[in-house]
């Protein structure tokens, strides 16, 4: 598929985006089933070192930080899986130390244990140096998402400030040392942001594609008055232009990687009372249930109506004991 094919699918709607859908539904059910993978998700800390301009939990807010101790972070995660659950995501803000290196081993670590390592776990934790990425494999991770948000150099510095801390090139080295290290491996990018355009977002397509992920987890670009991009109203997508956009790179996702996991973002929700079974009708196969305790929930303020959303998912079939591997991880290390 060439970037002008791409350019004018993620523009489908009416009964184009419905074939479009269709034909990625059609595609997901014939390469990795008909199962709905349904993911445990713990978020166990809002804290975070980073900036990035579109971001609720971003370092420079008045937002009130917790980070969850490792025993409750360990009942939540044994009550998942006494109740089925057989893999789980732990996702924080992106923290570099010691001590945050050692409580995400020590949880692992304890889980492993508990479960018999009969359960996978996720982690979407931020860039890392290969050191700690390998300590976590070796504690008992088994894959790991980290969103580059954007292929654009020029317009990821737009959304995140131009220091090392932010730098492109070191988000893409920690994908690679993932790899390495035999994760199985996801990124993903935001929908509809400003200062993006449909070019943008066809060239992250093909850039995804060309990263040879294992898993994808994308989502719309959701407004949070806390941040610099809040200042843009001018040049933003509107919500049903950013749902569709979403929906339409699921699909073109599932097309073009046909046998990896792609995640129905929880922001979807947000858009659009059915946006997570939109998405799994469009291609995604991947759902996550926030297990997060309601007292926190409310501090993890990625943004504006994350967790007053009610959920809403019709007849799909959810597979909760079942890991839930990557059909192109298990090809890749010819595990199948």
Known sequence: MQLHDLENLLLSKGSQQHLLHQKAD?????????????????????????????????????????????????????????????????????????????????????????????????LSCGEQTRQTLQEWKQSGAHRYLLRIETSNIGLYHKIHPCDQLHAFEQRLETLKHLKELNYQVGSGILIGFPFQTIKDLAKDILFLKSLDLDMIGLGPYIEHPDTPLWNHPSILFSKPERLDLTLNTISLLRILCCDINIASATALEVMAPHGRSAALSAGANVFMTNLTPDMIKSQYDLYPGKNSMALNTPNFFFCINDWGDSLHYLKRNNQI
């Open 26 to 122: 059609a595609i997901k059910r014939q390469s990795v089933g008909k199962n709905i993978y349904n993911r445990a998700l713990i978020e166990v800390s809002n804290i975070c070192h980073k900036n990035c301009y579109y971001c609720g939990i971003r370092k420079n807010t008045d937002l009130l930080r917790y980070q969850l101790s490792k025993e409750l972070v360990v009942d939540l995660a044994l009550n998942a899986y006494e109740n089925g659950f057989r893999s789980l995501v732990l996702q924080s803000g992106e923290i570099q130390s010691s001590p945050f290196t050692h409580y995400i081993a020590s949880i692992l670590k304890e889980i492993a244990i508990r479960t018999r390592q009969n359960m996978h776990v996720t």
